[in-house]
């Protein structure tokens, strides 16, 4: 596993530990390499970014799949999030999706390793055509004109990669729970994640937890092709937005207008307020047989934030 330190690489290791897998997980640092060896796993450092070390790494486990959980999303490797600048936060993390998977099926190649599993993203950034929910058939949003364009270009990357060898693409919706949405927490809570003209753009959710048993069941099934890894009901953030900031015990959020919301912080986040296209779980639930334990990020947020 790829990333194995990161906030969903922890929730999958006891969990394929659990299933009677050998787990080979990867961290940044040394000091993260404890944690992973308490969750069962043995534990490594690798640069994703370095193809010798990717390639010696994968060649030392020699796994019967490889799972790509490779971002730099945390605050420690992308500073506090904030209204704007996506490009700046998300910077390494593009690198880590275009670079970094060619290292690794490069690798997996290399060593024989007969599956991949990478994680891709389906929130808010659906194509903003025709309605309001997409499948696994639609493209996702190129972001055009916006500063988000080289994340969805990097999106595409992984996506277009792994199909072609033969992988699982598993697009996770807004990923929320413990240890992954405290600083959001504290955006909401001090109003300083606002709604935008309407909120009338939706956005799809997935609680942690069912992401993880989702990537589960992908890698013992052999899955193969795209999976929206969503909950039961994406909505608009006229609708998610103040359920949340009731939920973490603060005022509703404040309103302002599109033209402001561009000044401020920028096309991409009034894209997402107020265009975004949310994603259908169906496939996931019929191919995969997956169950969410949170099917809607209501009973979500008010229980499994903390």
């Not at 929320?176 to 939706?202: A, E």
């Amino acid at each position: 596993m790829a990333g194995g330190s990161g906030v969903l690489g922890r929730r999958l290791v006891p969990r394929l530990v659990a299933n009677g897998h050998r787990v080979t997980a990867t961290a940044t640092s040394a000091a993260e390499l404890p944690m992973l060896e308490e969750l069962g796993a043995r534990a490594v450092v690798m640069d994703g970014l370095d193809p010798v070390a990717v390639g010696a790494t994968v060649a030392e486990a020699r796994p019967d799949a490889l799972v790509h959980q490779l971002t730099a999303l945390s605050v420690a490797h992308a500073g506090r999030p904030g209204f704007g600048r996506p490009d700046r936060r998300s910077a390494t993390t593009v690198r880590l999706r275009t670079e970094g998977t060619d290292h690794l099926l490069a690798a997996a190649e290399a060593t024989g390793v007969s599956h991949v599993v990478v994680r891709s993203r389906a929130s808010w950034n659906g194509l903003r055509e025709g309605g309001w929910i997409k499948t696994e058939d639609d493209p996702l949003d190129p972001g055009t004109g916006t500063k988000g364009r080289a994340g969805a270009a990097a999106l595409c990357h992984v996506e277009h990669a792994v199909l072609a060898a033969g992988g699982a693409v598993l697009r996770y919706g807004g990923l929320y729970g413990p240890g992954v949405f405290d600083d959001r927490l504290g955006l909401v809570r001090r109003r300083q994640l606002p709604l935008v003209g309407g909120g009338t753009g939706y956005c799809s959710w997935v609680h942690l937890d069912d992401a993880a048993s989702a990537t589960v069941l992908a890698v013992e099934q052999g899955a193969r092709g795209v999976f929206n890894i969503v909950d039961d009901e994406p909505a608009p953030a006229g609708a998610w937005l103040p359920h949340l900031a009731a939920c973490a015990g603060a005022r509703p959020p404040v309103r302002i207008p599109v033209w402001l919301a561009r000044l401020l912080a920028g096309r991409a986040a009034v894209t997402m307020m107020t265009e975004g296209r949310g994603f259908s779980n169906a496939k996931a639930r019929r191919e995969l047989g997956w169950e969410p334990r949170y099917p809607s990020w209501r009973e979500g947020f008010r229980e499994g934030l903390t």
